[in-house]
C-alpha cells in the first residue's frame, strides 16, 4: 500500500508559539490530503480537507485562522498550528488517498503537547 | 456516507480467529464497506474494502451479506499484535480521491494470551 509519513512525531512546545507539522506521501500523488484531530479515548475528527494548489475547505467548528494549512505540491501539506493553547494539545494526523482514489492512507500522527 | 454499527468491544483468544461484525443497513449502491484499524498512539491502518463480494488479503478476510447491510471482519489466527481499536467506515471510491473518511467508534478489540 502507500505510504504518508509525518513530521515530526511528537514536539513540545510553550502555549503561544506557532507549531507547523508536515505530512508527506513518499511514494505517490496526493492531490487531496486530509487532516484528523484525535483526543485521548476518543475517535479520529476530521478537521479540513487539503486541496493542492488551493484553499483548504474547514470542517464546521475548526477555526481556519488558528489552523493554518498549506499544500504546495502533491506530495506534502503541511499544518500550522497558531498560537497553541493547551486544549489544543492532541494527536494528528493525515491521510492520503493513492491515484485509484479508492483507499486513503493515514500517516503515524503527531503528538503535540503545548504546556 | 452511511452510518455503520459496531460493538464497542470484543476479546479473542490468541490464536483464534476474530470475527468482528458491522451493520450498515442505509449502506448505498455505491458505497464500499472498509476496515481500518488503529493500535494505541498509532495512525490508522488500512486492512481491507470491498463492494459486495467476499475479499481476502494477507491481514484478513471481509464477509459482506447478499443484501450489504452488514459484514463481518475476520482475522484468522489473531495474535497479541492484533489488539487495537478496529473501524468499520462506509464511502464511496472514486478516482479523484475527495471524499473524506468519516471514523465512528469502533471495536476495541482485545486479544487474550
Known amino acids: 500500500g502507500a505510504v504518508v509519513s509525518q513530521h515530526p512525531s511528537w514536539v513540545i512546545c510553550k502555549s503561544g508559539t506557532s507549531v507547523k507539522i508536515e505530512c508527506r506521501s513518499l511514494d505517490f500523488q496526493a492531490t487531496t490530503m486530509f487532516w484528523y484531530r484525535q483526543f485521548p479515548k476518543q475517535s479520529l475528527m476530521l478537521m479540513a480537507t487539503s486541496n493542492e494548489g488551493s484553499k483548504a475547505t474547514y470542517e464546521q467548528g475548526v477555526e481556519k485562522d488558528k489552523f493554518l494549512i498549506n499544500h504546495a505540491s502533491l506530495t506534502l501539506s503541511t499544518l500550522t498550528v497558531t498560537s497553541a493553547h493547551p486544549e489544543d494539545s492532541s494527536f494528528y494526523i493525515c491521510s492520503a488517498s493513492d491515484r485509484t482514489g479508492e483507499t486513503q492512507y493515514f500517516g503515524p500522527g503527531t503528538r503535540l503537547l503545548v504546556l | 456516507d452511511a452510518k455503520t454499527t459496531q460493538p464497542p468491544s470484543m476479546d479473542c483468544a490468541e490464536g483464534r480467529a476474530a470475527n468482528l461484525p458491522c451493520n450498515h443497513s442505509t449502506i448505498s449502491g455505491n458505497e464500499y464497506v472498509y476496515w481500518y484499524r488503529q493500535i494505541h498512539s498509532q495512525g490508522p491502518q488500512y486492512i481491507i474494502h470491498?463492494?459486495?463480494n467476499n475479499e481476502t488479503n494477507e491481514m484478513a478476510s471481509l464477509i459482506i451479506t447478499e443484501d450489504r447491510k452488514s459484514s463481518t471482519l475476520i482475522l484468522p489466527h489473531a495474535t497479541l499484535r492484533d489488539t487495537a481499536v478496529y473501524y468499520c467506515?462506509?464511502?464511496?471510491?472514486?478516482?479523484?480521491?475527495?471524499?473524506?473518511?468519516?471514523f465512528g467508534t469502533g471495536t476495541k478489540l482485545q486479544v487474550i494470551p
Open positions: 467506515i462506509v464511502r464511496v471510491a472514486n478516482s479523484g480521491g475527495y471524499q473524506k473518511v468519516t
Open positions: 470491498g463492494l459486495k
